[in-house]
């Protein structure tokens, strides 16, 4: 068997992504099989993965999986995720009856990096960028501070100038922290602090953030709930790599289950991103709870709907996301999980994600000296750069330092990499298990008179969630309803239909179809279960 040399502690680039995407399909050919969907901006091709038992059955006839990562360009950690739950599958099947199960009777979907120009450029330079490379909404550089890494040391950082009405002060505690000013403070040095670049047409007084460069952001460029702002593009789907995974995930009329990985916080977010959860149709939010709370005895991480939990202004809701888009005109119950938390890992508990906004100054204080601490403890104090002295052409005299986002705050130091690989694969794994997935069994054959005879079987779902996917599919009518056929050479069904519509099936739920046939004895006839998103079982029988 060919060998894939993978190695979980690492953030690979586009090319390391191919050569393991065509190892994995050389080492695993009857698992595994790879191809192109589509491509960005600057026409690299975007990858997807195909994972199942072929022997079982080609994917189409199975419910899947599907799983993408990377539509910002900095949240490298989802392509390693995705990049593990692959080696994993693949590894551990035959040796582990959990994944061997999975893949015999399911599929899965893996696009390991959807912005792939923008993760080019943010793995390979100091650069940081929300998504595409493509300039917009300006072609041209704008008027203002733009991040740059302007003393040479390969990270960029940021910046703090000696202000008299500067709103900074140094922490006491600890000279690389910066704290706010007290309303009554007028004692001491104070500092105004700004990203570490340069400033284009400076006036001699206003440091004013430039528009982004690169100010797409491909994650607000989804039809669901699209608000016309700068960031999510000109219209819905207007940017290649969003297309692109949207085509794909609409010619798969077999997925059931969606993940799309993010970066930071630790969180698992759910729909709906505009509305409160009291919106949410049937059973569904019970479904994302039963999910979770199985998943999350892997992460730890709590789930929260982006609109209650995660968003502060319930006046400005995020509109666009491609999880809303999922979910809410496909009716498929999507994740987006934001993954890594410095802040736990240095000791921070969170509450909840909106409750850190209403923290003391003091409280503040207290989380940023945990986080030095860690630093120090963990990573050798490697994860900040310590305030050096700089002259800046625009400013003058400032100093640079700060922490290292890139490798800290919005992706883990490679040593923590493989535990967040697996904790949150196995998440996945526990939905990919809830997936329906239609069977036949109490299969009954009755000769009530010479060449005919009356044919009954139960069409069961073996699967936690309806065979639709989820109660929200049941209103938007998104897939057809469960079909139960009988066939067979020389089998006839005199009256009535060879092919019984049943509607959807609740989890584990059943239904009794029956059929008269007209054939010889001896003759072998096939019951057939299929649902678009639920796959296909079939029993062969012998009329006698």
């Not at 909106?354 to 403890?377: I, Y």
């Amino acid at each position: 068997m060919a060998q894939v040399y993978y190695n979980a502690a690492k953030y690979h680039s586009y090319a390391e992504i191919l050569e393991l995407l065509n190892q994995w399909q050389a080492a695993f050919p009857n698992l595994a099989k790879i191809y192109p969907i589509g491509k960005t901006y600057e026409q690299r091709d975007i990858y997807a993965i195909e994972i199942t038992n072929e022997a079982t059955g080609p994917a189409v006839d199975k419910p899947a999986y599907y799983i993408d990562a990377n539509f910002h360009a900095g949240e490298v950690t989802g392509s390693a995720v995705a990049l593990y739950t692959i080696s994993y599958l693949l590894e551990n099947y035959g040796a582990d009856a959990s994944v061997t199960a999975l893949l015999d009777n399911k599929a899965f979907y893996i696009v390991p990096r959807v912005s792939i120009d923008g993760a080019e450029l943010y793995l390979h330079t100091p650069t940081m960028l929300r998504s595409s490379t493509r300039l917009y909404p300006y072609e041209e550089d704008q008027d203002g501070l733009h991040p740059e890494d302007i003393n040479g040391d390969g990270v960029i950082t940021q910046m703090r100038v000696q202000d008299l009405n500067g709103e900074w002060k140094i922490s006491g505690l600890d000279p690389r922290l910066m704290i706010r000013r007290a309303p009554d403070d007028f004692e001491g040095e104070f500092y105004r602090i700004y990203m570490e670049g340069r400033i284009q047409n400076f006036d001699g007084v206003e440091v004013k953030p430039a528009p982004a460069r690169y100010g797409l952001d491909i994650n607000r460029n989804a039809p669901a709930n699209w608000m016309n702002k700068p960031s999510a593009g000109p219209y819905p789907f207007s940017e290649p790599e969003t297309r692109t995974v949207a085509n794909f995930l609409l010619s798969k009329k077999n997925i059931a289950g969606a993940m799309s990985y993010h970066t930071a916080g630790g969180v698992h977010l759910r729909p709906p991103c505009t509305k409160s959860d009291d919106k949410l149709p049937g059973r569904d939010l019970e479904y994302f709870k039963a999910i979770w709370e199985r998943g999350t005895e892997y992460t730890g991480y709590p789930q929260v709907g982006v609109f209650d939990g995660f968003t502060a202004d319930k006046q400005n809701p995020m509109g666009g996301i491609f999880m809303d888009w999922v979910y809410e005109h496909q009716g498929i119950l999507c994740w987006s999980t934001e993954l890594w938390n410095v802040a736990k890992q240095a000791g921070i508990e969170k509450t909840d994600f909106l409750s850190h906004r209403q923290k003391s100054p003091q409280e503040l204080e207290a989380d940023g000296l945990k986080l030095l601490q860690w630093n120090d403890r963990e990573l050798n104090g490697e994860g900040f750069v310590v305030w050096t002295p700089f002259e800046h052409p625009d400013l003058g005299p400032v100093e640079i330092g700060g922490w290292k986002t890139k490798y800290v705050r919005q992706n883990p130091p490679v040593q923590f990499l493989e535990a967040e690989c697996h904790n949150n694969a196995m998440f996945t794994l526990v939905h990919a298990h809830s997936l329906p997935q239609v069977g036949i069994h109490r299969v009954k054959v009755e000769c009530v008179s010479p060449g005919f005879y009356r044919i009954s079987a139960g069409v069961v779902n073996q699967g936690y969630l309806p065979t639709n996917g989820s109660d929200l599919a049941t209103r938007l009518n998104a897939i057809k309803p469960v079909k139960a056929t009988i066939s067979g050479a020389g089998v006839t069904v005199p009256a009535g239909k060879a092919k019984l519509e049943l509607d959807q099936l609740p989890g584990w739920g059943e239904k009794k179809v029956e059929w008269l046939v007209q054939a010889e004895a001896g003759t072998k006839a096939i019951i057939t279960a299929l649902g678009e998103r639920a796959g296909k079982a079939q029993v062969e029988i012998t009329l006698e």
